[in-house]
Each structure stands twice: as C-alpha cells, then as structure tokens.
C-alpha cells in the first residue's frame, strides 16, 4: 500500500491513515489507490469488524483534492462507501483540523465522527466555480437548512457547532483524539459483528439515494462490462459476419 496512506490492524480495527501532512492530506492517485487496497482489505478480513479513519498531523484531515496532481470524479466515488465500493461494517472518522471538499465527503459516508475543536468542516466548491455533486448527500447528514446554507455559501462549519447539529458524535482534544476513537472501536467490535452489520445495512437501506449516487451504483454495474471480452468478440462477431461465441469473462 502507498505512503500515502498507511493502515495497520490492532484488535479487530482496521487503522487507515491519510499520510500527506506536507499537502494538507489532499487526496492524489496515491491516495486514492491506498484507499482502494484498504477497503478491500476491510472487507475480505473476517476478523476485522471496524475501521478508523484518521490523518497525519493536526492541520487538516484532508483539505479535498490535490489540485497539483488532480484525481477525476468517477476515481474518487470509486473509493467512496456507499458509492463505489461496498461498506458493510461500521467505520469510524477521527478529524482534526481542515475537512474540505472529497475529505467531508468521505467523512459522510463514516457511520460515526470524533472531532477535535479545531476541526472545520467544509465544501468549497461553490467558491471555485465547480461541483462533482457528492456532497448533495449533506442534507441527510445535517438539518436541510444547515446544509444548504452549507452548500451555498462554501463557507466551514466549526467542531462545536457540527456538534450541535448532531453531525460529530463527541468533540475530543487532540491529545485524546486517536484513544477516543479507539474506545468507540472496541466497544463496537466487542459486539456481534454480524448484528451490527444487519443493522447498518438497515440504516442504510432507509437513505433516499441522491441522482448521483444513483449514477454511481449503475455506472458500478456497469464498468465491468467495459471492454470485456464479450464486448470485444461482440464487436468482432458483428464486423466478421458471423454468431459471437460468448463466454461471460471479464
């Protein structure tokens, strides 16, 4: 797994770590690669029951995209839980400092957030003239008013206010943060994992899918079939005058 992104396991917890410090933990290919690797590793470890998201340093959580080395739309929903890859376990989102752009973002699709009080959270894109449309899931996290003034105005919220409004679960100092975050772990992975996950799909499952997320889910249908090679001897079948021999392989 790249640099850029590190994960060690400790009690049934998957720690995964954004290590950029140095670029505010923007996400760039890196990033996004580790976090397709850790999820995967979330999801096949029958005996890893949590996931702790957290970051290198106090100054930012992540603050959005690297815009020295961009990273698309559809490769960031790809890593997201519950756009491009399937979440089935409870994870958890430590933050401190800036959480900006696809960093709030995947801070939405965390089931539970500990913030220490200098976290911001916020979606700038209004400011610059650019949306990928993911944070249009906001409301279903913050009263519909909080949102959209949220939305609208690109301007960050404050850790005690997300607070208020019941988006963290518990502000935390710093020095406390990880150890917190680690307490909530453990009392969740000491629990019937197979329970637990039933009642987050259920959770889930009552969620009204935003058109974007609905994009998502069909165009993750649908990318395998890209290029397959049933689309490739479709092609030649169909150039070549004669009955395709399909064989259903990627």
């Not at 957290?54 to 756009?83: H, M, Q, Y």
Request: aromatic letters at 6%.
């Amino acid at each position: 797994m790249p640099n850029a992104l590190i994960s060690h396991v400790e009690d049934h917890i998957l720690h995964i770590r954004i290590n950029r410090p140095e670029a505010m933990n923007t996400f760039n290919a890196e990033v996004v690669e580790g976090f397709r690797a850790a999820w995967d590793q979330f999801n096949k470890g029958d005996d890893l029951r949590v996931a702790i998201l957290s970051a290198t340093g106090d100054r930012a959580f992540s603050a959005g995209v690297d815009l020295k080395s961009p990273v698309s739309v559809p490769e960031l929903a790809s890593i997201l839980p519950g756009l491009g890859v399937e979440v089935k376990k409870p994870v958890i989102a430590a933050v401190s400092g800036h959480c900006l752009g696809v960093g709030l973002v995947m801070c939405l699709a965390a089931d539970l957030r500990l913030a220490t009080p200098s976290a911001k959270f916020g979606y700038p894109e209004p400011k610059v003239g650019i949306t990928g449309g993911i944070a249009s899931a906001l409301p279903r996290y913050l009263p519909r008013a909080v949102a959209m003034e949220m939305l609208f105005t690109g301007d960050s919220m404050d850790a005690q206010r997300a607070y208020e409004v019941g988006f963290v679960n518990r502000l935390v100092e710093p020095e406390n943060l990880m150890a917190e975050a680690q307490k909530l772990a453990r009392r969740i992975a000491s629990n019937a994992p197979r329970v637990v996950g039933v009642l987050k799909e259920l959770v889930l499952m009552a969620d009204t899918p935003t058109p974007f997320e609905r994009a998502a889910s069909a165009d993750r249908l649908l990318a395998p079939l890209r290029g397959s090679a049933d689309e490739i001897e479709g092609r030649l079948a169909f150039l070549e005058k004669r009955a395709p021999i399909f064989t259903g392989k990627l």
